[in-house]
């Protein structure tokens, strides 16, 4: 499974951005999909994931501001920021996970997409 991310670039604060993440290869299904960033000088966290079923969870720092959706027909996830703000400058990273069993999965990444919110 290969994931191509893209529709990062330059913002200004309180300006809008929407990620787009598609899968290709063959013979995969996709249970669930994250969004990480990280920010230079800090450690990678999840800023968001939705379920093939759509259960979405997002980290603190972005509830009320970004919005994570998927369609799985054409194996993508979006990612809408909004009210973007500086400290949301970060490479962001798409993933995807598979599941083999009730157990065992497999995560794949993406290349990662940079965001930059600045006036």
Known sequence: VQLQASGGGLVQ??????????????????????WYRQAPGKQREL??????????NYTDSVKGRF??????????VYLQMNSLRPEDTAVYYCTARQ????????????????VTVSS
């Open 67 to 76: 919005s994570v959706s998927r369609v799985n027909a054409k194996n993508t």
């Open 47 to 56: 800023v968001a994931f939705i379920t093939s079923g759509g259960i979405t």
């Open 13 to 34: 604060p309180g300006g809008s951005l929407r990620l787009s993440c598609a899968a290709s290869g063959r013979g995969f299904s996709i249970n669930a999909w994250g």
């Open 99 to 114: 599941f083999s069993d009730s157990v065992h999965f497999t995560d794949y990444w993406g290349q990662g997409t940079l």
